[in-house]
Every structure is written in C-alpha cells, then in structure tokens.
C-alpha cells in the first residue's frame, strides 16, 4: 500500500505506534487504534489493509534503512578489492549504528520489542543470517587477492554474527539513552573491530 502522507493518515499511525508499544502486535486491537485517533472501522481500513499491513508500515522504512546501509557496505568493499587491488578498512556495523539505528531508537525499539506475530519477529536473527551470507561473498574475494583470510566455517562466522549483532542492538531493546548507547557502542568496537580485521586479513 503506498505510504500516504495526509494528516489524517499520520494521525493513524501515531496511535497504531502508541497501540503496538502498549500491547504488542498480537494483543493490539484496530478497535482501539481506531479509538486512539477518531476514526471509525471503515475510515481505519482506508489507511491499511490489516493490522499486519499497519505494523509494517511502521517498520518497514527503519528495516530499509538497514539493508541499504548494508548493500552500500558490501559493495564499498567489493569495489576496494575487486577495482582498486587493495583493501581498506572503510566502515564497519559500528558505523551503521551510530549512523543509521541510534539516531532512530525508538523505531528500532518497536521494531524488535512488539513484532511477536509478524514478519519481523526474527529480524535480528534474520540480520545475522543476511550478514553471514554477504560476508560469505565477500572472503572469496580477498583470497583471491592473496590475503590471510582466516578459514572460517560458516557455523563459526555465525556464531560470531549472533554475539555482534546482539552486543549492537542491546541498547534498543533496553532503551539505553543516546549518550549511554553511544558509549557502549565505543566498547563493542573496541571488542570486536580488531578480531574482525585479523579475520579478514588486515
């Protein structure tokens, strides 16, 4: 459904967001929603298919943000190797999180506390399988340059995966402040940044 831009719509969404914080997608209720901004069943149905369809068109643009952020990244690093024969350490999921998830905590906080019932309730496992699976791309590449890439299984880069991506996300799920999160986002990059250039040959 395209994303309506109306007054009355975003009224709609700021009470399916206070509904779903509330509740969780399972237990909400359209009736409620519906309640929350004055709108009748068949005015509620106007913005959206389902209740399914409202829950997605509350996340879907934070989700989006973090797989372009993550397409860009691996390209970024293809190209170093593959175009210019060398390797540079351009960026890192650190990044990602200061630049893209921390701005947006409240966001990310409905996306992975309320999505129980939805598409979305294995997002951060999902995650790690997507980044598991790029990096997976990316290792070839660079042994074909020639650098000491670590052998890694699969099960073992998604055991790491798992550890990173949790330690990344724990100040959404905990609704740490800003400058909290932002603190601890120095540790886990000082935690995991130089295992992940060794793995990587640097």
Known sequence: MP???????????????????????????????????????????????????????????????????????????????????????RDSWVDMMREVVYPHMDEYYLLLTCASGTKYESFLHDLTQTAQEQTLQYLPVLREKGLAVRAISPLELHLLYSAYVTALFEPVIHCYTFDESMRCLETVEAFFLPGWKALFGF
Request: contains cysteine.
């Open 3 to 89: 994303r309506d831009k109306t007054a009355s719509h975003v009224r709609v969404m700021a009470s399916a967001r206070e509904e779903f914080l509330e509740y969780g997608f399972e237990k909400a209720s359209m009736r409620r929603v519906g309640d929350r901004c004055g709108f009748t069943a068949a005015g509620l149905y106007r913005h959206c298919r389902d209740k399914a369809d409202l829950f997605d068109q509350l996340v879907s643009p934070a989700v989006e943000r973090i797989h372009a952020w993550m397409d860009t990244h691996l390209s970024r690093y293809l190209t170093a190797v593959r175009e210019e024969g060398n390797l540079q350490w």
